[in-house]
């Protein structure tokens, strides 16, 4: 079927907890939107792999009610509903479903702020960890969208969400290339796409940004360091260890300049004149060609005089132009 049935399915989860008979239940609909050709869609085979995880950050054996138990966790969607019963669950647990990306799926389920902010902490499985804190920061963003800019609400949500960032930052288990990507927020797009209808670029630009400075300012602290710590004096290498330290790097500096202070833009003005890769160069040159700051055009006219003779660099000079948000 997955090479007959065309859309990408979606899994409707629910899940429940009963403390009294230590019990906890997690239903499934499985559901794919029906095309011209194919008004009727069959229920399809998802491995879906799943985790529960005990409030010590622990995950707890999944045993089935009937008494199996369930290794590695993977359980087996092929109903058009399916719900499965775990036993010996004496607190209620915070589930992480489709670990590792387990199925070509997406996934639907009712967590709260504090549960993505656990799985963003706790979580074992990266992918479902950068996954719990995408969500997180998306449904701060809408929110503000909601109610016309940067709410309390978002606030709200933005300084939770700063502190579980900062706590995941702090694993030293985790590496850099992956750091870099739990600090990026979700794109523009990306928020567009979340919305779906009555899409207004220049409302989301402006709770993006919202949101970015007060993650900045909460945890400006920890994203001086990160920057400090990732900073070098070494010969450019692009090995992995290097890429992942220079895009953790950037992604603390790109964080830190939405705060908007002299020193922030004392800091990017230096990245850029002192950076010895092209990577290092194009992402400073892509933030200050959205500052309206003198050293805006003393950076554009640095890279154009230093490049214009290599016509794929200056592809790079006129898109950071053209993203600029200035007139």
């Known amino acids: 079927l997955?090479?007959?049935?065309?859309?990408?399915?979606?899994?409707i989860c629910e899940f429940k907890h009963d403390a009294t008979a230590k019990m906890a239940e997690l239903t499934i609909h499985q559901t794919t939107r029906p095309t011209t050709s194919q008004p009727r869609k069959m229920p399809l085979y998802i491995p879906v792999d799943v985790a529960l995880i005990g409030d010590n950050g622990d995950e707890i054996a999944l045993q089935l009610a009937s008494g199996s138990e369930i290794r590695p966790g993977v359980l087996a969607v092929t109903e058009p509903t399916q719900t499965f019963k775990f036993s010996n669950v004496p607190t209620r647990p915070v589930p992480s479903i489709l670990r590792g990306f387990s199925a070509p799926v997406n996934v639907t389920i009712d967590l709260s702020d504090g549960d993505l902010a656990f799985l963003m902490c706790h979580d074992r499985d990266l992918f479902n960890r950068w996954k719990a804190a995408n969500a997180f920061a998306s449904r701060a963003i809408l929110a503000a969208l909601k109610e016309g800019g940067s709410s309390a609400a978002m606030?709200?949500?933005?300084?939770?969400y700063a502190t579980a960032l900062a706590a995941a930052l702090d694993n030293r288990k985790i590496d850099n290339a992956y750091k870099a990507e739990l600090l990026k927020l979700p794109t523009p797009a990306d928020?567009?796409?979340?919305?779906?209808?009555?899409?207004?670029?220049?409302?989301?630009?402006?709770?993006?940004?919202?949101?970015?400075?007060?993650?900045?300012?909460?945890?400006?602290?920890?994203?001086?360091?990160?920057y400090a710590e990732t900073t070098t004096t070494e010969p450019y290498s692009p090995n992995a260890t290097e890429s992942g330290r220079?895009?953790?790097?950037?992604?603390?500096?790109?964080?830190?300049?939405?705060?908007?202070?002299?020193?922030?833009?004392?800091?990017?003005?230096?990245?850029?004149?002192?950076?010895?890769?092209?990577?290092?160069?194009?992402?400073?040159?892509?933030?200050?060609?959205?500052?309206?700051?003198?050293?805006?055009?003393?950076?554009?006219?640095?890279?154009?005089?230093?490049?214009?003779?290599?016509?794929?660099?200056?592809?790079?000079?006129?898109?950071?132009?053209?993203?600029?948000?200035?007139?």
């Open 2 to 11: 997955w090479y007959s049935q065309s859309g990408t399915p979606e899994l």
């Open 155 to 160: 606030q709200t949500s933005a300084a939770r």
């Open 191 to 226: 928020i567009a796409r979340e919305k779906a209808t009555d899409v207004d670029p220049a409302a989301i630009d402006t709770a993006h940004r919202a949101m970015s400075r007060q993650i900045a300012n909460a945890i400006g602290a920890n994203l001086e360091a990160i």
């Open 246 to 327: 220079r895009a953790l790097r950037n992604a603390a500096l790109t964080l830190l300049t939405t705060r908007g202070s002299a020193q922030d833009y004392a800091r990017l003005e230096h990245h850029f004149a002192y950076a010895t890769n092209m990577t290092d160069t194009a992402h400073a040159l892509v933030l200050l060609a959205a500052i309206d700051i003198p050293a805006r055009q003393r950076a554009l006219a640095n890279f154009y005089d230093r490049w214009n003779g290599d016509h794929l660099v200056i592809d790079m000079w006129f898109a950071a132009q053209a993203q600029s948000p200035l007139p």
